[in-house]
């Protein structure tokens, strides 16, 4: 048991596929328009992830080692075909707004790369409950950059803006919050200066649109990696162990060139002879930091 | 479907600029960031990029119409597209190596980083969810994957050129490249109003 609930931290907090191992982008970038959707897509994946790696650690010892690729792949895309049929007939809404990347679960290198890394090597339960874990931390960074995008973008909250949950509108809300603590006559220069200054800046307040737009997408991405590398510096700094446990091609999708299966594949003597940058020893370990998740 | 050259036209234009595969639906991300160091190197994934999924999309569309749909199975089509796509690619691999060396040469050491590429098997399931025929698919395949190829080259190409710029310290490496992945997302924003 102790085993199971230290793969569930393991997956939520120490190697959260999202915040600290950058795996499964794809997904991650293209359905975090909302909340809702990344709560959605966090949770079918987590279904599949944990059956695949229930399934896969069950017939360890059956499927021979040759034709494990094609075997696990052939399991994962049942069990996104189930879920998937299974959206279609009882959340009909969450199956539109999600489309193709339901069935794009099984390209997911989270899903793969458990299999490879975890199921095919540890007994039943600890795979299951593996699977559970990465796939709870999938969930809570889809939430979280959902929650963001959307906040920032539409302005509203899992779909509900303050006018749905208090009755007023945010931002008249929000400068009920400030009358509160400035006193808009008051004798006070200064006070009432930041009172001006609070209330005309909530006031004139839109959503930025681009922010659930594609391009969003990818400077939320761009701020995530940066405190990544920040938090990356600092543990080394720390003497801290940054070097994470591998996942399927041995390293994450976003540093592929540097680090994965591409540097191998890529005109090695090249990259070989190539002249170390400056910023290349930021990417010298093959993973990122440890503290991401914690972090957010 | 009307097959007129107007509509394969703006299905051409549709899904290599207006929803480009990468800028605006995040298929294939990973081949993109990872191997668009270099405009020589990019350029070869891209044509490898544009060789498989043209491939994919003629073989997934001949299976979807002559085998899933008769037989009535076509809830199959993630379970068969995923494991046809990836024994396409080795096939192509063997293929080339031994017959056309000097097309392997060029694209050889690409093809096993498509095999579970999200955008081959991306463009199979769009072809079948949008109900395009055989020669719709084929268009769009092609289209799409001329958006992939112009989208990694030019990114490649803004590596090539910040490579020496005086980046801050946190944001060197990836996040700068997602940065200008973004702003090149924006730049495509503006064919929205192409068709």
């Known amino acids: 048991m102790k085993q199971c609930m230290e793969r569930l931290y393991n997956g939520l907090i120490k190697e959260n596929p999202t915040f600290v191992l950058m795996l499964g982008m794809c997904p991650t970038l293209a359905v975090t328009t909302s909340a809702i959707n990344g709560l959605g897509m966090g949770l079918s994946t987590m279904v599949v992830l944990a059956l695949s790696n229930f399934l896969i650690s069950a017939l360890r010892k059956v499927i021979p080692d040759k034709v494990r690729i094609p075997a696990y792949i052939v399991i994962i895309a049942t069990f996104v075909t189930l879920v998937e049929l299974l959206l279609h007939a009882y959340i009909p809404v969450l199956h539109e707004s999600l489309g193709i990347y339901i069935s794009l679960i099984v390209v997911n290198c989270i899903i793969l790369g458990r299999a490879e890394a975890y199921a095919s090597k540890n007994k039943i339960l600890p795979s299951l409950f593996d699977g559970i874990g990465m796939g709870l931390g999938f969930t809570m960074a889809l939430t979280l950059i959902g929650l963001v995008r959307e906040f920032l973008g539409a302005g509203t909250l899992f779909g509900f803006s303050g006018a749905d949950l208090y009755g007023t509108p945010l931002p008249e809300l929000l400068i009920g919050l400030v009358e509160r603590w400035l006193d808009p006559n008051s004798s006070n220069e200064t006070v009432r200066f930041f009172y001006k200054l609070l209330t005309d800046e909530i006031a004139s307040f839109t959503p930025m649109g681009i922010m659930i737009l594609a391009p969003g997408a990818f400077f939320v991405l761009a701020v995530l990696t940066a405190i990544q590398n920040v938090m990356k510096e600092r543990g080394k700094a720390k003497g801290k162990d940054v070097s994470k446990i591998q996942s399927g091609c041995n390293s994450d999708c976003m540093n592929c060139s540097d680090s994965g299966c591409a540097k191998r594949l890529i005109e090695p003597e090249e990259l070989d002879s190539e002249e170390v940058c400056d910023f290349d020893d930021l990417f010298d370990d093959e993973n990122p930091g440890e503290e991401e998740a914690a972090d957010e | ?195």
């Open chain 2, 1 to 195: 479907m009307n097959d007129s050259i107007v509509q394969l036209i703006v299905i051409a234009l549709g899904s290599s600029l207006v929803s480009n595969v990468v800028l605006s639906q995040f298929l294939g991300l990973c081949p993109f960031l990872g191997v668009s160091k270099k405009v020589k190197t990019a350029a070869g994934m891209g044509g490898a990029v544009i060789f498989v999924i043209t491939l994919a999309s003629l073989v997934a569309g001949l299976l979807y119409e002559f085998i899933l749909v008769p037989l009535g199975i076509t809830f199959l089509k993630t379970i068969v597209f995923i494991l046809v796509i990836a024994a396409l690619v080795q096939f192509v691999e063997l293929f080339l190596k031994k017959y056309v060396k000097s097309l392997y040469k060029a694209l050889g050491v690409f093809l096993p980083l498509i095999t579970t590429n999200c955008a081959v098997l991306g463009v199979a399931i769009t072809n079948v969810n949008l109900e395009y025929n055989l020669l719709t698919s084929v268009v769009n395949g092609f289209a799409t994957s001329v958006g992939f190829a112009i989208a990694i080259i030019i990114l490649a190409g803004i590596r090539e050129k910040i490579e020496y710029n005086d980046i801050p310290k946190p944001f060197r490496g990836m996040p700068i490249v997602l940065v200008t992945a973004g702003l090149m997302a924006i730049a495509f924003c503006g064919f929205a109003g192409l068709i």
